[in-house]
């Protein structure tokens, strides 16, 4: 079935500790994109990729990594997580960036950072 | 930069009614504009793009350069189209992808 994937879907975790949130997608996708969301703010994006090694901020990208080594995989990186990190994160991908794509998303990974 | 809004956080309207949720942008340049819509417990999904000139589940939306508006409507709304409906926005030819609005949780009461 071609979709995206995050793992993990739920995490509690304490200021500081340093983890990472993976997406993967199994359409060969060029483009993929982190976005967060928040009550009242919609989903905003952090970063977004290009294709293999181009990546590049999205609007709010204060925080976090990306990185993207294979065309499927564009984990999401928090090396000091923040308890306003606390959100709702969506993984998408799309075809390529550019053109009128539809964007396909993953489920979402649930953070709390206490 | 652009900017996509949703005035209405809540509506509710009973089944078959008119529903129109609505969506102003602000872009100085050429957008393309989207609905998305994730129901319950199910992802975020491409629900009809302003380019395609479509109409999927009966809901259509047209873009109104004059009033930089694409709201969508149904003529009779159906208790299944209840969900949470988000307007996007994404400047033609980047590669920025999509600015979403806050959204609009639509309640279609029997």
């Known amino acids: 079935e071609a979709q995206v994937t995050q793992n993990p879907r739920y995490l509690i975790t304490v200021t500081g500790k340093k983890l990472t949130v993976t997406c993967s997608q199994n359409m060969n996708h060029e483009y993929m994109s982190w976005y967060r969301q928040d009550p009242g703010l919609g989903l905003r994006q952090i970063y977004y990729?290009?294709?293999?090694?181009?990546?590049d901020k999205g609007d709010v990208p204060e925080g976090y990594k990306v990185s993207r080594k294979e065309k499927r995989n564009f984990p999401l990186i928090l090396e000091s997580p923040s308890p306003n990190q606390t959100s709702l994160y969506f993984c998408?991908?799309?075809?390529?960036?550019?053109?009128?794509?539809?964007?396909?998303f993953g489920p979402g990974t649930r953070l709390t950072v206490l | 930069a652009q900017r996509v809004t949703q005035p209405e956080k809540l509506l509710s309207v009973f089944k078959g009614a008119p529903v129109e949720l609505k969506c102003n942008y602000s872009?100085?340049?050429?957008?393309?504009l989207f609905w998305y819509v994730q129901y319950s417990r199910q992802r975020l999904q491409l629900l009809l793009r302003?380019?395609s000139r479509e109409s999927i589940k009966g809901f259509t939306a047209d873009l109104n350069k004059g009033e930089t508006s694409f709201h969508l409507k149904k003529p009779f709304a159906q208790e299944e189209d209840s969900a949470m409906y988000y307007c996007?926005?994404?400047?033609?030819?980047?590669?920025?992808?999509?600015?979403f609005g806050s959204g609009t949780q639509l309640t279609v009461l029997p």
């Open positions: 996007a926005l994404r400047p033609k030819g980047s590669a920025r992808q999509l600015t």
């Open positions: 872009y100085s340049g050429s957008p393309e």
């Open positions: 990729s290009m294709n293999v090694e181009v990546t």
């Open positions: 302003h380019i």
């Open positions: 998408a991908s799309s075809l390529s960036g550019l053109g009128n794509n539809e964007q396909f």
